[in-house]
Structures are given as C-alpha cells and as structure tokens.
C-alpha cells in the first residue's frame, strides 16, 4: 500500500505561553498514537510537533489512505448457551451473530462456520470475521476528536459560533482557545475532517504583523514549515524557535562585549519561545542609577513582570543592559526599544522605592510585628513561630557549636521573617530571605548573622546551594525542623500526592544538611530538642515524623544510584547520625563485592532468625562450656578479629571494620556444619546462642548484613 504524509493543524487564537510546549507535544503525540492504533500509520512513523502562539500542529510520516483489513476472532458464548441438545442454533445465538452482521439466512452453515474451543473449564463458540481498514477520513476524525479531548488544557473557554444550516442560530464551542482554521493534508490532499465547528483545508494565517500573503495556503503536507517560514513569516517549530532565541540572546550579549551574557532561566526562555512567532532580539539600557538597588530585586522585576533578558558581566554582577524578545522587525527598531526602555523604568523606580522605604526601619524595629500576622490557626503568629525557631537554633547550636553559635543562631532566628513585613517582600514573596540578609548588612549586624537570615531557607529545591555558615545552618534546621515537628504534631502529614505545606522538601533539606555538613547530632535527638517548645499546641510523639524523614532518605539514597538492598541494609539500622550514612553504604557496597559475602550474609540471616525465636539473650560466652572443635574455632576467631573490627569501626573505617569480618566465614561455615546450636542441655543451648548474639552484634554494626543475602 502507498502512504503518503499528514499535516494537521489547528490555528487559534494567542495560547497560554506557559503551557503552550505541552499542548503542542500532547497535540501530536495523541494524533499519532491514535493513528498507529487504527493501523494508519506505521508504529516506527516519524511524529514532529508543531507549536507557536496560534498554532498546534503535527507532521506524521507514512500514513495509509486506508487502513489494512484485520481478522478478528470474537468469543461468542458457551455453546451449552448457543446450542440445543440437538445442535441447533439457539435464538440468543443467532440474535448474536446478526448484530455482528452475519448471514443468519441458513442457521445450520452459520453454526458450522463458527468455532468451539476451550474457554476456562467450558467450551464457548468463536466467530471469525474480516473488518475493514478504517478509511483516513474515519480514522483522522476519531483522531483529531480523542486529541482535543485529551489536551492538557488549563483552563477551557466557551465561545460561539453561527450554525451552518438553514436554521438561524449559534451554537457553543468549549476549548482553549476560539479556533480560526483547520488543516488536514494528506500528502497534497485535503482529509475533510471536522472539529470545533471548522472543516478542514490547505489555508492558514500566518504572522498577526509581518506575513507576507494571507491566508498561507499550503501545497504539500511536507511544506509546513517551509512554507509558513517563507510567506507567513512564522518559525513553526518550538524546538526550532528557542534555539533560534538563545542564538540572538548570545549574540546580542557579546555585541555588549565585557564578558555580557543573558540570565540562565530555562522556564523564562520557554515562555518567551511562547510568545513571538519570529524573535527579534534588542538591546535596551535603564539609568545606571538603579544599579544601587540590590540586583534581585531589578532581575526579578524584569524577568516576573516583563519577560526581559537582564545582561550580568564576567563577575556575575547586574549591567545596566536587558535583552527584549520582539515580536516584530521594524525597519528602525528606536521606538521599539524607547517603548520597553519607558516600561521598564516605573517599575525598577518601583523598586529603588521600596528599598530605600524598607531601610529607614531596621529589622528589629519589625520583630513585634510578627505576632500580628497569622501563620496556622493551630500553631498560632509568625511572632509565636519565630519564638519556637528562636529556642531550636538556640537549642541546636548550644550541642554543635557552644555558647558563641548559640548566641548567634538566636539573633539570626529572631530576625529571619522580620523581612516578610517589608515592602519589598511584599511586592516580591520570591525575596524573602534574600532581602533580610540586605537590611540585615544596612543595620550593621554581623557577617555571620546577615549569611544565615539569607540562607535560612536553603535548600530550597533540589540541588540547591547549602546554608554558607554554621549560624545559617542552624537557623535553616531549627526553621524546618520546627515546620515538620509543628505540621505533623497537628495531624497535617502529606497524603498520597498531597503536600501543601512541602514537608517533603523540608524533610530532604533536613536530609541533605544532616549529611553534607556531617551535624554531630542524631535524628531522634534533633526531633526531641524541638518537639518541646510547642507546649501543648501539638499532640502525640515524632514517631510518625521520624518513619517519614527515613522514608525520604531511602528514596534519596536509592535515586543517588546505591542499590535497594544495600540501602535496606543501611536503613534497617536506622542510623541516628545521618553523616554516617555515607561512609556506611560504602562499606556495604564494599563488602557486598567480597566473595565472602553472600555466604556471610546468608549466615547473618540465619543467626537473626535463631535469635529471634530464642527470645532474649545475653551477648555473653563461657569458654570453659564450649565443647565442639567448631564453637571452639569460631569462639577463637571472634577473639582475634571482632576486637580489630570494633577498634576500626570507631575510629570511623567503616569498610576496614566490616572487611575484617570476612575472615570469620570459614569458622562460621563449619560451627553450623558441625554444631547444634539448640542442644537439650540448657547450659550448652544457652552459650551457643551467646556466641552467636556476640557474632551479631558484631557483624551488625554497620549495616543489617542479613539484607545482602539473596
């Protein structure tokens, strides 16, 4: 069968930019699927996707005119229900076989036509019969139709249109956008499919300003872009349009010269690329005056408010220059560029405005303020939660750092959401933090102080930077710690994909600075300095908390590449000091990679489970009761090595201590090949299963070795 090529697209009014990526990768990626279901299109087709503020449309390689017909074999019924005792079609029988559009005309031939087979502990009738290919048209329109159904579409709009028919009327559309035009081409012709009240052609629009003929009629399938590039003056493609955008975006930064480039903002280039239907980048200044404004301040606002470019030099300092994404190409672009130039300067004077507002107060000016703004009506102000936060730095830096780090977490706590009451926090939630740690330097605190009231929320996402100083991270661990501890002693704990208050976040900011910065502290030991300050605001333990922190550090550790048993090891311990973690899990690997491994770990196993039915015993052995050669040999070992491996395991060489063991697999082969364990004499039983609590205790320092065992 010859194939030919199919473009279809849906030409609409402006699309939501920050979605419109999605919408044009879900537009062709649910066409084509819907076309290779029906058999129209080959399962290796090539699909491309087409997307740009007014349009939505897919390219798909070797589409069939008409799909190939199918056998197709369909279960019927038991044939104890579609045949008599005599053999005979049934009424049920024949009434099935004429829905399905068999001849019934001679009911004995269409009985013999059919097939019987085993079905589970019965026999059941089967009917073979031969559909059709769908046609193009059919299949295109069941397409087109499970696509704009399917459209991840934010939020929907209604609109009208006027009924083609005799009767005067109008009639209502919900979709994202009003729709314009439809084309669906098959090689060089058109499918006559419908949707949204339009039925499809060869013609679009091109570019609102610059197209050079409208509408743009497309000869071939295989034209689209070309086509719309040359007469409608459109960059199709998404893909195609944003590296044609950061193309300029560098460019033009290096026109500016001394090392210029354009902020990295990966979602801001997206919704640019969302915007223009052919870039056009500019260069535009603003007063060098406004550079005294903490430069946050004026990337945000330019970046949030008018989807600028801002030009930072070699030392990552803000320049007085911005890249604008135009839309259009004059001829002479001065007013173009005088326009986003007047723009841009009420609101980076917005800007200077709240800045210099802010310092005439200083940050502890603003501490009683707190206790007038709401936090959780459970939990109480903001003035009530710095005071908690306020005792879990204290707390936590008494234990790390003494009296000195004490004093300063306690400052910086205190002063840490003072900036939430500024202007410029107001105006700009994204700044909070950042703009405490500027006041923080105008009223003259500490270097110290200042680093921590700006990192108190770090991390804030996924490979974020850690806090810089210590004060900082025991301010960023009370300040989470107190949000976990408060939301989960209140019954808020996240609920399957549920997580306002982003408790797994805080949980993997705890996580990170627990083991990246090595805190001398354990887990449980955090949780209990700050469970008490809430007085009787929260109810029950941190059981359920402590369960949840061990569950992200799972989850972390198992995405950082380490394997589920090794980390099962690791966790089944339930390590206190996170710091540890590491070093543990590169034993583990370590260890799991000696031969001697899976026969000691087996062997671990194996202990545990005697252990535990022999209730408790008492880690202690009785040389003068040990009878065997075996208990003898393995007692021996134990002697020489455990005290070697206990040695290297507190001097912090987790692997040494662990690799020392793999000695013992030889003693311990042979005490279970040779020696009963739960002997009759009580005494003896007794010793044996002390010798092998003394060998658990050992081998389990580290990790639960059982979990290595396949």
Not at 156 to 166: A, F, W
């Amino acid at each position: 069968m010859t194939t030919q090529n199919l473009l279809v697209e849906l030409f609409v009014e402006e699309l939501p930019p920050k979605v419109l990526n999605k919408l044009g990768a879900a537009f062709s990626g649910v066409l084509a699927e819907q076309l290779k279901a029906q058999g129209l299109a080959a399962a290796d087709a090539v699909v491309t996707a087409f997307a740009s503020p007014r349009r939505l449309a897919a390219h798909v390689t070797s589409v069939l005119a008409q799909g190939a017909d199918k056998a197709v074999q369909q279960k019927l019924m038991p044939v104890a229900v579609g045949l008599d005792a005599a053999g005979n079609a049934t009424p049920a029988l024949l009434k099935k076989l004429q829905a399905l559009g068999a001849d019934v005309s001679d009911p004995a031939a269409a009985v013999a036509a059919l097939k019987r087979a085993p079905d589970g502990k019965a026999e059941a009738l089967f009917y073979d019969s031969i559909v059709k290919g769908a046609s193009l048209q059919a299949g295109l329109q069941k397409a087109l139709d499970e696509t704009l159904a399917k459209l991840p579409i934010p939020k929907v709009m209604q609109y009208q249109l006027e009924t083609d028919c005799e009767l005067p009327g109008w009639s209502s559309v919900n979709f994202v956008r009003p729709a314009h035009s439809l084309i669906a081409l098959h090689g060089s012709t058109v499918v006559p499919v419908k949707a949204l009240g339009l039925t499809a052609g060869n013609s679009t629009q091109g570019h609102r300003f610059e197209a050079k003929v409208s509408p743009v009629v497309l000869p071939h399938a295989d034209q689209y872009d070309e086509v719309l590039k040359r007469d409608g003056s459109v960059i199709a493609s998404f893909a195609e349009r944003r590296a044609e955008i950061v193309h300029q975006l560098n460019a033009a930064a290096a026109k500016v010269g001394n090392g210029a480039r354009p902020i990295e903002d990966e979602a801001l280039l997206d919704e640019v690329t969302a915007l223009v239907e052919r870039p056009n980048v500019l260069t535009c200044q603003f007063e060098t005056e406004f550079l005294g404004v903490p430069q946050e301040c004026l990337i945000l606002t330019m970046k949030a408010n008018q989807k600028y470019f801002p030009l930072i030099d070699a030392s990552g300092k803000l320049t007085n220059r911005f890249l604008v994404v135009s839309n259009i190409t004059p001829d002479d672009a001065s007013l173009v560029i005088g326009g986003n130039e007047r723009v841009v300067r009420p609101r980076l004077a917005d800007a200077k405005f709240f800045f210099d507002q802010d310092r005439k107060k200083t940050l502890e000016s603003r501490v009683d303020g707190l206790s007038k703004v709401v936090y959780h009506n459970k939990l109480g102000t903001q003035g009530e939660r710095m005071a908690r936060v306020c005792a879990i730095a204290k707390a936590i830096g008494q234990q790390v750092g003494g009296d000195a780090l004490a004093a300063q977490a306690e400052q910086a706590a205190r002063l840490a959401k003072t900036d939430l009451l500024t202007d410029m926090v107001g105006e700009f939630p994204e700044l909070q933090g950042i703009m405490g740690g500027y006041y923080a330097r105008h009223d003259g605190l500490s270097t110290e102080v200042a680093e921590a009231i700006e990192d108190h929320y770090k991390p804030r996402f996924a490979g974020d930077d850690l806090p810089r100083n210590p004060v900082g991270l025991v301010v960023a661990l009370a300040d989470k710690l107190e949000t976990l501890v408060g939301m989960f002693g209140i019954g808020n704990a996240p609920t399957g994909d549920k997580d306002p208050f982003a408790l797994r976040r805080h949980a993997l900011g705890v996580i990170r600075m627990l083991i990246e910065k090595d805190v001398a502290l354990g887990l449980p030991e955090l949780l209990a300095l700050s469970a008490p300050v809430f007085g009787d605001k929260i109810t029950g333990g941190t059981e359920a908390l402590i369960d949840f922190v061990y569950d992200r550090l799972s989850g972390s550790l198992r995405e950082q590449g380490f394997s589920a048993q090794e980390v099962d090891a690791i966790m089944a311990l339930r390590p206190s000091r996170l710091g540890q973690v590491n070093q543990c899990l590169s034993a583990v690997r370590a260890f799991a990679a000696l031969p001697e491994s899976p026969a000691l770990a087996a062997a671990n196993k194996r202990i545990g489970n005697i252990l535990k039915k022999a209730g408790e015993v008492d880690a202690h052995v009785n040389p003068a009761l040990l009878q065997e050669d075996a208990e003898k040999g393995l007692f021996a070992v134990m002697q020489r090595l455990l005290p070697e491996s206990e040695s290297q395991f507190n001097a912090g060489d987790y692997t040494a201590s662990l690799q020392t063991l793999a000695a013992l697999r030889a003693p311990v082969d042979a005490f279970f090949d040779d020696v009963m364990v739960n002997a009759e004499e009580m005494d003896l039983r007794l010793n044996r299963q002390g010798l092998l609590k003394s060998l658990h205790v050992a081998m389990n320092r580290v990790a639960d070795l059982s979990r290595l065992a396949a």
